[in-house]
């Protein structure tokens, strides 16, 4: 199948093409961008790769598949085009920047009959996969709650638009992490850090809490303000804990130089030293890791085209994420706890 990626800054170079390349099974078509230093930086990186100014263009050339990686207030119109010309489409996160439109992204693929599908490549991070292994292995005892932290000391990566902010960044990350872990969600507690620009105010920072319909709870919050770089995973549990520290190893690889193409064996792996301990009432023990790779979600994509197995990310899950994020948005603005109404 071939495969088009429109969009080529940070999110196409860093997190989708590389990661399309190690999955091995696509035939790449070639990317969308206007940028002369983003095709400069293409051909230096991928020397040959067709590129199109629109992506009317990259259709025309013949795709299956095509990843939308622009800018978030871009997105609902190129979702949009693609399934109104028969093209499946892979989003960035988040998929729109509310419910609203996120089920009228869903509908136009439904009527298109084409897959709609949301790039949570978070789902395939080295510390993630280790928590969920542990957390499902029974070694612990019941689950009762997990607090996720993603800090970044980056505040020059803030969008400050009306449609933008963190929580809908690095809180669709944490919020779909829960989701995953410890499954859907009842109700949302939440509190966001507000900052104003040019008249803009944007949400900075964000603690939630999350009631999960299973009983269970969980604490996701992100700041990208705070000064410091801090991926964190507490798993609190009837038999002991798991705690999780682990760098952000595959985004380090890549602005490194490294490709996980020419590295399958070691990408996404940490040190020993970064490895996560479980403890109980009698031990304490590091938990080798899983090895993390996103080109898991395009060796799955392309299998549920092929009929298979299943999308790496279903729409209906993505759909739950942005509930989610909405409620959080009301609790934060009404000052109370905001349940979901499915």
């Not at 983003?38 to 790769?49: C, I, N, T």
């Not at 598949?65 to 109104?84: D, G, N, W």
């Not at 602005?255 to 990408?267: I, K, N, V």
Request: contains cysteine; glycine residues 8%; charged residues 25%.
């Amino acid at each position: 199948m071939r495969i088009g990626l429109a969009g080529y800054g940070f999110g196409g170079s860093h997190f989708h093409l590389p990661y399309i390349e190690a999955a091995g099974c696509w035939d790449m078509a070639g990317v969308v961008t206007r940028s002369h230093e983003r095709r400069l930086q293409l051909d230096a990186e991928y020397p040959g790769m067709q590129v199109f100014d629109s992506l009317d263009e990259l259709l025309d050339a013949g795709v299956d598949v095509v990843v939308i990686s622009t800018p978030p207030q871009t997105r609902r119109e190129l979702v949009l085009r693609a399934l109104a010309r028969g093209v499946h489409v892979v989003s960035d996160k988040p998929l729109a920047p509310d419910a609203a439109t996120a089920r009228e992204l869903a509908a136009a693929a439904r009527t298109a009959g084409k897959v709609l599908t949301v790039y949570q490549n978070r789902r395939w991070d080295t510390d993630f996969l280790t928590l969920r292994q542990v957390a499902s292995s029974g070694e612990l005892g019941q689950i009762f709650r997990a607090h996720l932290v993603m800090d970044q000391a980056d505040p020059s990566t803030l969008d400050f638009d009306p449609e933008g902010g963190l929580l809908r960044d690095l809180g669709t990350h944490l919020v779909d992490q829960a989701v995953q872990l410890l499954g859907p969600v009842a109700r949302v507690d939440a509190s966001l850090d507000w900052l104003t620009r040019e008249g803009i105010s944007v949400d900075v920072g964000f603690s939630l809490g999350l009631h999960h319909k299973n009983g269970t709870y969980s604490q996701v919050s992100a700041s990208k303000l705070c000064g410091r770089e801090a991926r964190l995973m507490d798993l609190y549990a009837s038999e002991g804990s798991y705690s999780s520290a682990m760098p952000d190893r595959q985004i380090d690889q890549m602005l490194s130089g490294q490709r996980p193409a020419a590295e399958p064996r070691d990408w996404g792996m940490v040190e020993r030293e970064d490895f996560g301990v479980l403890r109980t009432a009698d031990s304490q023990r590091r938990v080798q890791p899983l090895p993390g790779n996103y080109a898991e979600y395009y060796r799955r994509l392309f299998a549920a085209l092929e009929g298979a197995g299943e999308l790496p990310v279903d729409l209906d899950e993505a759909l739950h994420t942005i509930d989610i994020l909405d409620a959080a948005r009301a609790s934060d603005r009404l000052g109370r706890s905001v349940p979901l109404s499915s």
